[in-house]
Nanobody
Framework: QVQVAESGGGSVQAGGSLRLSCSAS???????????MGWFRQAPGKEREEVAS???????SYADSVKGRFTISQDKAKKTVYLQMSSLKPEDTAIYYC?????????????WGQGTQVTVSS
C-alpha cells in the first residue's frame, strides 16, 4: 500500500510564497501505483477542491483559481511532488492535502496524506 506525507506548510503574508512537498512510499504496483499525484485544499466551511495534479508523463492540471500562481512539479526518482505557491492570497488559506492514485480521476480511492496548514494573512 502507498503512504503519502506532506510538508512545507506555514504562515505567510499576502504576496508571499511557499513550497509544499509530498513524498510517497510503500509503492508496490497497480492498483497501488502512484502514476498521478495531486494537491487538494479545504478551507473552513468549504468543500475540498482540487488544486493541481501531475501525471507520470508530466501532464499537469490546475484549478482556475491558482493558474499562473502555483506550479506543480515532480521528482519521479524520489516519488515526490512539489507545489510552488506564489503571489499567495488570503483566500488560499486552507489545509492542503496530497493524494496519489493510479489515474488522475481516481484520487477518491487513492492514498491521502494528513494535510498541512497554509495560512495567508493580509
Amino acid at each position: 500500500q502507498v503512504q503519502v506525507a506532506e510538508s512545507g506548510g506555514g504562515s505567510v503574508q499576502a504576496g508571499g510564497s511557499l513550497r509544499l512537498s509530498c513524498s510517497a512510499s510503500g509503492y508496490s504496483g497497480y492498483p497501488y501505483s502512484i502514476d498521478c499525484m495531486g494537491w487538494f485544499r479545504q478551507a473552513p466551511g468549504k468543500e475540498r477542491e482540487e488544486v493541481a495534479s501531475i501525471y507520470i508523463n508530466g501532464y499537469t492540471s490546475y484549478a482556475d483559481s491558482v493558474k499562473g500562481r502555483f506550479t506543480i512539479s515532480q521528482d519521479k526518482a524520489k516519488k515526490t511532488v512539489y507545489l510552488q505557491m506564489s503571489s499567495l492570497k488570503p483566500e488560499d488559506t486552507a489545509i492542503y492535502y496530497c493524494a496519489a492514485a493510479p489515474f488522475c480521476d481516481s484520487f477518491q480511492s487513492g492514498a491521502w496524506g494528513q494535510g498541512t496548514q497554509v495560512t495567508v494573512s493580509s
